[in-house]
């Protein structure tokens, strides 16, 4: 061999080695990894009988194989005080993922009871289930079962029929277990439905606060909705306040729209604590959305509207007849409460700045040398010294012009 073919020959080994080491590296990085998987979708909702498709996503250094698991929630009967093994309605089951439950009060693996996951057995160690008390299972069956659906080895889930649903929608929780290392596992949430269906609802503003109403002022807001739902067919809705179907005459009352809004009228007092407003599909009662109204006393302003307009001025020519207007600052309730005028347009005066209700109020043009040619517009505030009293908002115009 000559000296050029050695050379290339041992190039040829350096490029497979470097190769390799390039190899060992990306190999340990991916391993070095946290292992995970994902789902996608996380949620779905799936038709009564149709199908849907989940897919594993992983990081680290695990595969993609996984094995499907539903979540199954079932009575086992009640206990006779005799009987101690009990069949569960599915085998395979994943391990661990049980809660038995007696009467209500979880049991606990091999001090209450043994359980085989394959055949799906449970067999109460020391006291047999009392008489008449109920015994409940919560578990995940590989494969899921015809009454929650069934999922294949691809992650292809199958709703179940319409006859068999609990609930219209009905949740139902998929899992899926990491094969390399069953401590790894995802789940996912399905809603399956029959239509016509509400899925979900949604309210807006879902917190806020509103005016106390008077004999002459009915103060409104509305609130509204957004609904998730399938079918042709109209479906309704239900507004409660305060658990009471369209509310009363002490906390307010709601009327809605079909699927567009609800309109909240205020009661005639301020009240204590805030009211509940929700909104609940007339199809699935543990379908709904709530939202929370704090009821307010308010400051008002008597003999006045609250957008005033002062009509033209002329820039910095001084005013020989006041430009004013005067009201009377109170409580919608007529409770006396401290107040105080903030964020006060530079070209007017307030006075007084500040006191107690009732009390009267002058605002008046006043330095009219710091405008410009045009309209000018701004609010006034008045906000009152005590929590729960809603401030009294003005929008205040003047237009300017120069003298020349």
Partial sequence: MTGGEMRKTEIKIIFVLICAVLLMIASYSEGAKKATITLI?????????????????????????????????????????????????????????????????????????????????????????????????????????????IIDGTGIYTAPDKAVLTSNPMRVVIK?????????????????????????????????????????????????????????????VEWYINDVEGGNSTVGTIVGTGLIKGTYTAPLKVLAKPVTIKVVSSLNENIFAKATVTVNDQLIANGIPTSVYFGEVIIGKDITNPIQEIFTITTRTEEAVGWQATSVPQWLEIIPRSGTTPDQVVMQVTDTGRLNDGLHTGTLIFQSTKKGVNPLTFSVSINARSEF
């Fill in 41 to 149: 979708p996380k949620t779905a909702a799936v038709e009564s009988g149709k199908t849907k498709k989940f897919v594993v996503k992983k990081t680290g250094g695990i595969s993609k194989n996984v094995k499907w698991y539903v979540k199954i929630d079932e009575s086992l009967g009640s206990g006779d005080g005799i009987t101690t093994g009990f069949t569960l309605g599915n085998q395979n089951i994943q391990e661990n993922s049980e809660v038995i439950s007696v009467g209500g009060v979880k049991q606990i693996q091999n001090t209450d009871y043994t359980i085989d996951y394959v055949l799906g057995t449970v067999n109460f160690i020391i006291t047999a289930p009392p008489n008449g008390i109920e015994i409940t299972a919560s578990y995940f069956a590989e494969g899921g079962s015809t009454n929650v659906g």
């Fill in 176 to 236: 899926a277990v990491s094969v390399d290392n069953p401590e790894i596992s995802k789940k996912a949430f399905v809603k399956v439905y029959t239509p016509p269906v509400i899925l979900s609802l949604k309210i807006s503003p879902n917190e806020t606060s509103i005016a106390v109403s008077d004999k002459f002022i009915k103060e409104k807001m509305d609130f509204t909705l957004k609904a998730v739902k399938k079918g042709k067919k109209n479906v309704t």
